[in-house]
Nanobody
Framework: QVQLVESGGGLVQPGGSLGLSCVVSGSIFGISDYDMGWYRQAPGKKRELVATITGRLNTNYTDSVKGRFTISRDNAKKMVYLRMNSLKPEDTAVYYC?????????????WGQGTQVTVSS
Protein backbone atom coordinates (compact mmCIF):
# COMPACT_ATOMS: atom_id res chain seq x y z
CA GLN A 1 0.00 0.00 0.00
CA VAL A 2 1.46 3.33 -1.09
CA GLN A 3 0.56 6.47 0.81
CA LEU A 4 1.22 10.10 0.06
CA VAL A 5 0.77 12.57 2.89
CA GLU A 6 0.85 16.31 2.36
CA SER A 7 1.58 18.92 4.99
CA GLY A 8 2.25 22.62 5.26
CA GLY A 9 -1.03 24.11 4.17
CA GLY A 10 -2.71 26.94 6.00
CA LEU A 11 -3.86 30.53 5.89
CA VAL A 12 -1.56 33.18 4.46
CA GLN A 13 -2.00 36.79 3.43
CA PRO A 14 -1.72 37.88 -0.19
CA GLY A 15 1.91 38.33 -1.12
CA GLY A 16 3.01 35.84 1.50
CA SER A 17 4.81 32.53 1.20
CA LEU A 18 4.07 28.95 2.12
CA GLY A 19 5.86 25.65 1.73
CA LEU A 20 4.16 22.32 1.13
CA SER A 21 5.70 18.93 1.71
CA CYS A 22 4.66 15.45 0.62
CA VAL A 23 6.13 12.23 1.96
CA VAL A 24 5.71 8.92 0.16
CA SER A 25 5.54 5.75 2.20
CA GLY A 26 4.69 2.12 1.70
CA SER A 27 5.63 -0.39 -0.95
CA ILE A 28 6.85 1.94 -3.65
CA PHE A 29 9.89 0.88 -5.63
CA GLY A 30 12.14 3.05 -7.70
CA ILE A 31 10.83 6.39 -6.49
CA SER A 32 13.20 8.10 -8.88
CA ASP A 33 11.25 6.55 -11.77
CA TYR A 34 8.12 8.40 -10.74
CA ASP A 35 7.07 11.79 -11.95
CA MET A 36 6.02 13.74 -8.89
CA GLY A 37 3.53 16.55 -9.02
CA TRP A 38 1.35 19.03 -7.24
CA TYR A 39 -2.21 19.62 -8.31
CA ARG A 40 -4.89 21.86 -6.86
CA GLN A 41 -8.63 22.09 -6.82
CA ALA A 42 -10.52 25.25 -5.96
CA PRO A 43 -14.19 25.16 -4.95
CA GLY A 44 -16.41 24.59 -7.96
CA LYS A 45 -13.46 24.02 -10.27
CA LYS A 46 -11.71 21.02 -11.77
CA ARG A 47 -8.45 19.74 -10.38
CA GLU A 48 -5.57 21.34 -12.26
CA LEU A 49 -1.87 20.70 -12.57
CA VAL A 50 0.34 23.12 -10.66
CA ALA A 51 3.83 21.71 -11.16
CA THR A 52 5.60 18.46 -11.93
CA ILE A 53 9.13 17.19 -11.58
CA THR A 54 10.60 14.12 -13.23
CA GLY A 55 13.17 11.77 -11.81
CA ARG A 56 15.76 13.64 -13.85
CA LEU A 57 14.61 16.87 -12.18
CA ASN A 58 12.94 18.33 -15.23
CA THR A 59 10.21 20.67 -14.06
CA ASN A 60 6.99 21.95 -15.55
CA TYR A 61 4.68 24.65 -14.22
CA THR A 62 1.27 25.93 -15.11
CA ASP A 63 1.55 29.46 -16.48
CA SER A 64 -0.20 31.12 -13.54
CA VAL A 65 2.48 30.03 -11.05
CA LYS A 66 5.63 30.39 -13.14
CA GLY A 67 8.18 32.53 -11.36
CA ARG A 68 6.33 32.24 -8.05
CA PHE A 69 6.29 28.51 -7.24
CA THR A 70 9.19 26.07 -7.11
CA ILE A 71 8.87 22.29 -7.05
CA SER A 72 11.68 20.09 -5.79
CA ARG A 73 12.20 16.52 -4.64
CA ASP A 74 14.45 14.42 -2.46
CA ASN A 75 14.40 10.82 -3.63
CA ALA A 76 16.40 9.55 -0.68
CA LYS A 77 13.77 10.90 1.70
CA LYS A 78 10.91 10.07 -0.68
CA MET A 79 9.68 13.62 -0.47
CA VAL A 80 8.48 16.31 -2.83
CA TYR A 81 8.14 19.97 -2.01
CA LEU A 82 6.35 23.02 -3.32
CA ARG A 83 7.60 26.44 -2.36
CA MET A 84 4.98 29.10 -3.02
CA ASN A 85 5.88 32.78 -3.03
CA SER A 86 3.90 35.91 -3.85
CA LEU A 87 0.68 34.09 -3.15
CA LYS A 88 -2.55 35.42 -4.57
CA PRO A 89 -6.17 34.85 -3.50
CA GLU A 90 -6.68 32.82 -6.68
CA ASP A 91 -4.10 30.32 -5.39
CA THR A 92 -6.63 29.29 -2.74
CA ALA A 93 -7.36 25.61 -3.20
CA VAL A 94 -6.82 22.13 -1.85
CA TYR A 95 -3.35 21.05 -2.98
CA TYR A 96 -2.73 17.39 -3.80
CA CYS A 97 0.51 15.48 -4.17
CA UNK A 98 0.78 12.92 -6.97
CA UNK A 99 3.20 10.17 -7.90
CA UNK A 100 2.93 8.73 -11.41
CA UNK A 101 4.85 6.12 -13.36
CA UNK A 102 4.32 3.88 -16.36
CA UNK A 103 5.31 0.26 -16.02
CA UNK A 104 4.97 -2.66 -18.37
CA UNK A 105 1.28 -2.74 -19.31
CA UNK A 106 0.43 -0.89 -16.12
CA UNK A 107 0.39 2.63 -14.76
CA UNK A 108 1.03 3.64 -11.20
CA UNK A 109 -0.90 6.69 -10.05
CA UNK A 110 -1.00 7.63 -6.38
CA TRP A 111 -2.60 10.63 -4.68
CA GLY A 112 -2.46 12.23 -1.28
CA GLN A 113 -5.49 13.36 0.66
CA GLY A 114 -4.82 17.04 0.07
CA THR A 115 -3.93 20.06 2.16
CA GLN A 116 -5.86 23.32 2.21
CA VAL A 117 -4.15 26.55 1.20
CA THR A 118 -6.10 29.74 1.78
CA VAL A 119 -4.79 33.11 0.65
CA SER A 120 -6.78 35.89 2.25
CA SER A 121 -6.35 39.11 4.14
Amino acid sequence: QVQLVESGGGLVQPGGSLGLSCVVSGSIFGISDYDMGWYRQAPGKKRELVATITGRLNTNYTDSVKGRFTISRDNAKKMVYLRMNSLKPEDTAVYYCNAFARGYQKTYDYWGQGTQVTVSS
